[in-house]
T-cell receptor, first 113, second 109 residues
């Protein structure tokens, strides 16, 4: 059990550019979640997958955001045409069916200049 | 949606002191977790405690589901306990966690 991993850990981009983040869940965890955390706040839910199916999306996930989990293993979160308001920590978590406890990765800190 | 409120928002402790953090939630929950977020942003699982009492070293937690609150106790605090403590709840199995605003703890040597 190597834990949830996320790459990159830090990303600085200019407004208008596209960025993509990757999350590798704990092996055999079939549920994967994305959250966003802004400075001084608690994390907020964005979306979650069971295997490769995206089952729920938050209203926070505008049409500039897209998440995929093509083979039910790792997931990617893409933000198109980044805005300064997208600057945040993007957190990934995973859990096992039948076990509700979620385990979080170290996050990707995005700064949009 | 469900509301999660944590108190106090900030806590300054002298090393060795004990403290209690509180989490109130507005609806029945299937899951309640306590996390410690370290200065690098990593969320570390402390307890999965939808009801009852658990202890892990100097930390313990109690959830009274019928009264919709949970308490996290830190005893004999150490400087490494500094950081932000989050309570998060889940309404249905396998769904999203809703986080409180956190309690920022600073333990001074």
């Amino acid at each position: 059990d190597t834990g949830v991993s996320q790459n990159p850990r830090h990303k600085i981009t200019k407004r208008g550019q596209n960025v993509t983040f990757r999350c590798d869940p704990i092996s055999e965890h079939n549920r994967l979640y994305w959250y966003r955390q802004t400075l001084g706040q608690g994390p907020e839910f964005l979306t979650y997958f069971q295997n490769e199916a995206q089952l729920e999306k938050s209203r926070l996930l505008s049409d500039r955001f897209s998440a995929e989990r093509p083979k039910g293993s790792f997931s990617t979160l893409e933000i198109q045409r980044t805005e300064q308001g997208d600057s945040a920590m993007y957190l990934c978590a995973s859990s096992l069916t039948g076990r509700v406890e979620q385990y979080f990765g170290p996050g990707t800190r995005l700064t949009v200049t | 949606g469900i509301q999660v409120e944590q108190s106090p928002p900030d806590l300054i402790l002298q090393e060795g002191a004990n403290s209690t953090l509180r989490c109130n939630f507005s609806d029945s929950v299937n899951n309640l977790q306590w996390f410690h977020q370290n200065p690098w942003g990593q969320l570390i699982n402390l307890f999965y405690i939808p009801s009852g009492t658990k202890q892990n070293g100097r930390l313990s937690a109690t959830t009274v589901a019928t009264e919709r609150y949970s308490l996290l106790y830190i005893s004999s605090s150490q400087t490494t306990d500094s950081g932000v403590y989050f309570c998060a709840v889940e309404l249905a199995a396998g769904n999203k966690l809703t986080f409180g605003g956190g309690t920022r703890v600073l333990v001074k040597p």
